[in-house]
C-alpha cells in the first residue's frame, strides 16, 4: 500500500513538473477555458462564473504545490533511509569456545563418512527448514547429533542471539564451534567444502557476509545475499552456469513458496493441527524427551496457536479458499518442471540441491493428512519415494 501510494505521488510529482515545464501558465488556462471573463446573464439572474473558476484554478494550484512538496519531502526521506546499508562493522561468524550444555537427544552416525566434520544441529522435528537441513546431511552421509528444541519454550536455545531453527554448530578444532544459522546457509557452505575439503568452514563463511538493509517500513533487517550460491572456486562455463541458476530458482521457490502453502494446510482446522501435532510429537519422541506436562502444553497449546497463525497466514500468502487447491498447485507446478527437463530429479540423473530441498521441505508434513491428500491428487508420490530411497541410503555420498 505505501509502495503503491508512493509510486502515485511520484507519477503525480511527474506529470505536474512535466507539465509546468512544457507549458506556460497561460496555455493551461487557456486550455481548460478558463481564459478572459465571460458575462452569462439568464432568468434575470447574474452569474460569476469567472470567480468560481478562479477558486478552483487556485485549488487546483494549491493542490499540486502539496502534491510536489510531499513527493519532494518522501524522496528526501527515502534517499537517507531506505535500502540504506546500515553495516556498521565488519562480519566476524560467531565461534562458540564451547558446546552449549545440552546432551544430544539423538546421533546420526554414518560409517562411511570421512568428512572429518563434527556437527550438532538444534532443531524441531518437523520445522520444514529443519528437514531441509536433515535431507542434506542424510543424502551426503554426513554424520550429526540433533538437539531437540522446544519450540514453545526454547529453552535450548538460550545461549544463542539468533533465535530461529535450524542452528548448526561446526567444530573447527581446539573445541571451538563455528555458529551457522539459516539452512540454505548451512547447506551452501558445507557443500561448497564438500566440492573443495582444502578449504576450512571459516573462511567459506567469509564468503557469505550478512548485510544489514532499512527495510520499506523502517525495521532494519539482515539477510545473506549470496546465500543461495556455492563457492567452489571453479570456472564456470555457459551451459553449466544455466544448470546452476536452475537450481538456485527452485531452491529459492522451495523456501519462499512451497514453505508458505505448508503451514495453512496442515494446520487447516483444530483436529487437523491437533493431529498433526500428535506425529510432530511422535517423529521428535516429545514422549521421551520431555515431561509430560511440557509435552502436552507443546501439543495442545501449539495446535490451537497454529490453528490460529495457520488463517492468518493463508490471507498473507494469498493461498486460494481451499488450501488443498494451492498445495496442489505447487507441487504440480514442480513435476511440470521435471516433465519439462524428461529427467527423473532437477539435477538430471541423480538429485541436486534444489531436488533435496523440494524433498526436505515436503518431508515435513510426511504424516500429516495434507500429505496423504497431496499424494492422491496429484503425481508427487513417485519422484518423492525416489529422493526418500536416496536420502536414506547415503546416495550422495557414492556419486
Ligand atoms: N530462513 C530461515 C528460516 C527459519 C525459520 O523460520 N524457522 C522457524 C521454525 S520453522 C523458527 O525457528 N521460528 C521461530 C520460532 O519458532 O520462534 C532458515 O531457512 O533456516
Redesign the pocket.
Known amino acids: 500500500m505505501a509502495a503503491f501510494s508512493r509510486s502515485v505521488c511520484t507519477r503525480h510529482f511527474r506529470t505536474v513538473f512535466t507539465f509546468c515545464k512544457n507549458e506556460q501558465p497561460n496555455s493551461l488556462i487557456r486550455s481548460l477555458n478558463w481564459g478572459p471573463r465571460r458575462q452569462f446573464s439568464g432568468n434575470g439572474t447574474s452569474r460569476r462564473p469567472a470567480v468560481a473558476q478562479a477558486n478552483v484554478l487556485y485549488f487546483a494550484l494549491g493542490g499540486m504545490a502539496a502534491g510536489v512538496a510531499y513527493t519532494f519531502w518522501d524522496y528526501s526521506r527515502k534517499s537517507i533511509d531506505y535500502s540504506a546499508v546500515v553495516n556498521d562493522t565488519e562480519f566476524k561468524p560467531t565461534i562458540l569456545t564451547a558446546l552449549p550444555p545440552h546432551t544430544p537427544s539423538r546421533q546420526i552416525s554414518f560409517p562411511s563418512d570421512n568428512s572429518g566434520l563434527k556437527l550438532v544441529l538444534y532443531q524441531?522435528p518437523t520445522?520444514?527448514?529443519?528437514c531441509k537441513v536433515r535431507a542434506f546431511l542424510d543424502y551426503y552421509g554426513l554424520s550429526y547429533d540433533v538437539v531437540e528444541v522446544d519450540?514453545v519454550l526454547?529453552t535450548e536455545m538460550k545461549w544463542s542471539e539468533y533465535?530461529?531453527?535450524?542452528i548448526l554448530l561446526a567444530g573447527v578444532g581446539d573445541g571451538k564451534y563455528l555458529q551457522l544459522?539459516?539452512?540454505?546457509l548451512i547447506i551452501s557452505v558445507l557443500k561448497s567444502f564438500l566440492a573443495d575439503p582444502k578449504k576450512d568452514l571459516l573462511s567459506l563463511m567469509s564468503s557469505y557476509p550478512p548485510m544489514s538493509y532499512r527495510d520499506e517500513d523502517g525495521s532494519i533487517k539482515t539477510e545473506i545475499q549470496n546465500r543461495y550460491y556455492l563457492m567452489t572456486g571453479e570456472d564456470v562455463q555457459k551451459d553449466k552456469k544455466e544448470k546452476i541458476m536452475e537450481e538456485v530458482k527452485w531452491r529459492e521457490w522451495a523456501?519462499k513458496k512451497l514453505v508458505h502453502v505448508l503451514s495453512p494446510n496442515v494446520y487447516r482446522t483444530v483436529d487437523e493441527s491437533l493431529q498433526s501435532f500428535e506425529w510432530f510429537s511422535e517423529v521428535g519422541e516429545w514422549d521421551r524427551l520431555f515431561p509430560s506436562w511440557e509435552r502436552n502444553l507443546i501439543v495442545y497449546a501449539g495446535a490451537y496457536a497454529m490453528w490460529l497463525i495457520g488463517k492468518r497466514l493463508k490471507k498473507r500468502h494469498l493461498l486460494k479458499d481451499d488450501v488443498r487447491i494451492s498445495l496442489y498447485d505447487e507441487l504440480n507446478f514442480w513435476l511440470r518442471n521435471l516433465k519439462k527437463k524428461g529427467t527423473s530429479f532437477n539435477g538430471g540423473k541423480k538429485p541436486d540441491l534444489a531436488d533435496l530441498a523440494v524433498y526436505g521441505v515436503l518431508s515435513s508434513i510426511e504424516g500429516c493428512q495434507a500429505f496423504k491428500d497431496a499424494v492422491e491428487n496429484t503425481k508427487i508420490e513417485g519422484w518423492y519415494m525416489a529422493m526418500k530411497e536416496f536420502a536414506s541410503t547415503q546416495a550422495g555420498s557414492r556419486l
Open positions: 524441531y520445522c520444514p527448514f529443519c519450540p526454547r533465535k530461529k531453527v535450524p544459522n539459516d539452512s540454505t523456501d
